[in-house]
Structures are given as C-alpha cells and as structure tokens.
C-alpha cells in the first residue's frame, strides 16, 4: 500500500508538475511554430565602394536589438570579398514590450556591378516576394549619385528579370501587381491612423504573426485597383520595392559650403524624379549621428512584414529627408522651395560638378612623344634657320676642313699638329696663342688675327704631300724638325701681313726662336 500510496503520491506530483509546465511548453511550441511560418525576407544592399553599406547594416542590426548597444561594435562584411552576407532579427514593432523575433532579413552587400553573377546566385526565385532592394549613395561623392544611382538600377533590373523568369507568367505578374497595388493605395500616416498595405498578413487583434503567404494577390477592392497613378509615377516596374539610401547625411553642410546656394535643393529634385519613375523610397540617413536609422528599419519591416506605417513624409530636415513610396509627385517636386523653375532641367553633373584636381588644374592634355629621329630633325632644321647663309658656309667649312685632315694626315701627323698649333711663341711684349679668348696683347702690341690662324691649318692641309708630308724613311727627331721650320715659315708670314696692315708704332715683330 505505501509503494501504492508511494507511487500515487508521485503520479499525484508529476501531474501537478504537468500541469504546472503545460503553459510553458505551450508558448515555446508555439513561438517555434510561429517562427517556422514566417518567411525569412531578403535585403539587398547595393552601392560603390566606401558608400557607407556595411555601417548602415550594422545599424540596423543594432536596431533589432536596441538593449544591446555594445553587441556590434564592429562593422560587417569585409574590404576583399566580391558580395558580404549579414542578417538582421525582426522584431514585432507593433508590440514593443514583445522582444521575440519573429523572423530574420537576410542581407546581401554587394560593391561591385560586374559580379552580377554572384547576386543572382543569392536571390531565389521563389523569395522574391519577400525581398527588398536598397541602392546606398555616398554624401562624400555627392557628384556620383545620379551615374552611380542609373547604373545600380539597370543591373538590378536585369538580375531580377532573369530570376523571376523561370517563375510561372501569373507569378510575375503578381509581383509587379503587388507593388502597384502598395502605390495605388498609399495614404500618409496620421497619428491615429497608421497606414498599412492592403495586403497585410499581420493582425492587428493578436501580438503574433500570420502565415505569409507567398506571392499574395492583391485584394480586387475597386475603391482600390480603380484608383490612377499619379503622372510619372512608376514608370518601370522593378518587381520588387526599392529604397534609395543616402548615407552621411551628416556632411549635407559640407556639401553646401562649396557650391552655390540652393545647391541640395535642386540635387534633391533629380533625386526625387528617379525615384519617382520606379515608385522608391528615399531616405537621407546618418549612422554617426543615428538619424533615420530606425525610422528605415521600421519601413523595411512595413514593406516586408506589413507593419504599421506610423512615420510620415519629411522634407524640412536637408539632413534627414524621408519620403515613402507612393507620397511624392511632380506636383510637390516642383513646389520645392528655393529652386527655379530651370533648376530641374540643368544636368546634374553641372549642378554638383566633380571637383577638378590637381592635375586637372595644370592641364590633362596629353602630349605625344616625339621620337628621337624626328627631335634632331627638327634641331637641324631649327640651327638651319637661326644660323643662315652664313652659319650654312660655316658649317660646310668645318665638314671640308675635317674631311681634308681624314684624308691627308695620318693619325700621328694629326697629333702633332694639333700639339704644334698650341705652342707659345712669346718675347717680352707679345703672346701668340691657338685660343682665341686667350689675351695675347702685352704692353699695347697688337693680336694675332684669328684668320690668319684659321689659313694657317687650312694651308697646312692643302700643301703638296712633298712639301707637307715626311718621307716614312725619315727619323722622329727629323720629322719634329721639319714640322718646327714650317710652323715658323708660316709664323713669319703672318708676322709680316700683320706688319704691313698696322702702322709701324703698333706692330712689332716677334725674334725667331732658336
């Protein structure tokens, strides 16, 4: 009876136990459940290097866990990697005191348009209900937006063309159905009104979610599917929703400290058109300063998971604009203020021009390399011209006396001369000497006449070989005699002409030498 008594006694406990932990067990079961049913979303984050993606993701993160400030200290992704993953919890905005996560965002950072193969790999075609694309521009680089913006918009075009086009042709069209339907439909949030999109899976009388269905077909509510587009309002049709992010916002002022006034207004109205013509977001962001940062993860949730909507269209702040899909117009484009009516129509490139650099300054011009063929041609024809009939002769005269020397003078009989030309022949009063610079005048007496010098060496070339050559039989002491007693015949002719040109009280005649 007592192991009766015993064994009752326990199965009276285990079922007190059971009962006790039965709600438990029913809550874990059933947030596992729920957390199977929601759909995992997918974000892309495409942008230039340095753009700031990889800080706004970390931002992001931070906002799926507000009480933990210090868990992402460090940025995602990497410098070397052709596309960066990262993920995001979401967190039910609607119910703030709930802290469970109901689903995650998968993110895919890519910085480089020619890996366009990766992104494709990355994107299912299946999920593409539940994917969100955000092009991030860079407040740095203000002049590259409209390029940088043009360029990302094409190449997500393509990629997600050619990934819905294995879904089914009622697919397709449900997704470019649906995010005109959100256009359709938009109503600015008011205090007591937030807005939803009319396919909303999430009910508001619970704290959980719904099963989101995939691929969901707009609701066929006339008052609804009636309604026009706007002029100019989503003119391409990506599919998909699409957020243009400016990030560093916090540089608006350095931005228009530099350029004229109203500046960033008319960058705003190229901005605003483009993303008019796809029916995007846009949104000035700042992670230093942690503006719009959460207000972008809540439209990130509204867009994916349905949410409330309770953040409306801001145009005052230059450094924290928000402008939700489906708000803008051309009309509220053009009443911008502080813009002309010609602003709009300027290219934006001359708006915001690259600032020139350095080199720009001096000059970009390339200058071609002349070859060295073509440089001393050139020279020729330049000393030609500069130098003249005269400088011609002159240069014909040293080619004769050079070619005469190689001719008539062997290599010995060429060195000798040369060193005979450079003796001093001096007395008391003169100086003779083969330099030209070289003063040569002592005591008032008269120089020696450079031609006569010049007709020296060209009589010495033009001599017959009897009387200017040394017979080969002859010794080297002979052959320095008969060198020395012409260099003196030649030198006392020269004495005499200059004798007979100058007056007897200037000329003076110079001893031989013995």
């Not at 077909?217 to 009636?226: A, G, H, I, K, R």
């Not at 602003?343 to 490139?349: L, T, V």
């Not at 011209?385 to 001719?407: K, N």
Request: hydrophobic letters at 35%; a neutral charge; aromatic letters at 6%.
């Amino acid at each position: 009876s007592t192991q009766r008594h015993g064994g009752a006694s326990l199965s009276t406990k285990m079922g007190t136990v059971s009962e006790a932990s039965v709600s438990v067990w029913q809550k874990v079961l059933g947030e596992a459940t729920q957390r199977s049913k929601t759909l995992d979303s997918t974000v892309l984050v495409l942008g230039d290097p340095d753009s700031g993606k990889r800080s706004l993701v970390t931002s992001l993160k931070r906002c799926g866990h507000p009480q933990s400030e210090t868990m992402f200290a460090d940025t995602v992704g990497s410098d070397i990697s052709a596309i960066d993953y990262a993920f995001v919890d979401v967190k039910n905005i609607d119910d703030p005191d709930n802290d469970e996560t109901v689903a995650r965002l998968n993110v895919w950072m890519m910085k480089d348009r020619q890996q366009k193969e990766l992104l494709k790999l990355a994107l299912k075609p299946e999920a593409l209900i539940q994917t969100v694309a955000i092009i991030a521009l860079d407040f740095a680089r203000p002049w590259t937006w409209m390029e940088s913006l043009t360029s990302w918009v094409e190449m997500l075009q393509e990629v997600v063309g050619e990934v819905a086009i294995s879904l089914p042709l009622d697919k397709q069209d449900a997704l470019r159905n649906r995010v005109e339907t959100y256009v359709r439909s938009f109503r600015e949030p008011t205090n007591s009104q937030p807005h939803a999109s009319p396919t909303k899976p999430y009910n508001r009388r619970t704290t959980t979610l719904h099963d989101v269905t995939p691929f969901i077909v707009p609701p066929t509510d006339e008052s609804l599917v009636d309604l026009p587009l706007k002029e100019g309002v989503l003119r391409v049709n990506l599919g998909i929703p699409l957020i243009v992010v400016c990030c560093k916002s916090d540089l608006v002022h350095n931005v228009e400290k530099t350029r004229e006034e109203g500046v960033m207004e008319i960058a705003q109205r190229h901005l605003r058109s483009f993303c008019l013509s796809y029916a995007a977001a846009l949104a000035f962001v700042s992670t230093k300063e942690q503006k719009n940062t959460q207000l972008l993860y809540d439209y990130l949730l509204h867009r994916l998971y349905n949410f409330s909507l309770r953040a409306r269209a801001s145009t005052a702040e230059k450094d924290s604009i928000f402008i939700p899909s489906g708000w803008d117009s051309l009309n509220f484009i053009k009443q911008l203020a502080g813009v002309d009516a010609k602003g709009i129509e300027k290219p934006f490139e001359h708006v915001i021009p690259k600032p020139a650099t350095r080199r720009q300054q001096i000059g970009d011009e390339e200058v071609p390399v002349q070859s060295m063929n073509s440089f001393l041609e050139q020279l020729k024809a330049n000393l030609e011209a500069a130098g003249g009939a005269g400088g011609a002769s002159q240069r014909r005269s040293l080619q004769t006396t050079q070619t005469s020397l190689e001719r008539k003078s062997s290599p010995d009989m060429l060195e000798k001369t040369l060193s005979s030309a450079k003796l001093d022949v001096t007395d008391s009063k003169t100086t003779i000497t083969s330099d030209p610079k070289r003063p040569s005048v002592a005591g008032g007496a008269a120089e020696v006449n450079p031609s006569s010098l010049a007709n020296f060496f060209q009589n010495l070339l033009n001599r017959d070989k009897g009387s200017a050559g040394v017979k080969k039989s002859a010794t080297p002491d002979k052959q320095s005699a008969n060198m020395r007693k012409d260099v003196e015949q030649e030198l006392n002719r020269i004495r005499q002409e200059n004798a007979q040109s100058k007056t007897p009280s200037s000329s003076s005649l110079i001893p031989k030498r013995t």
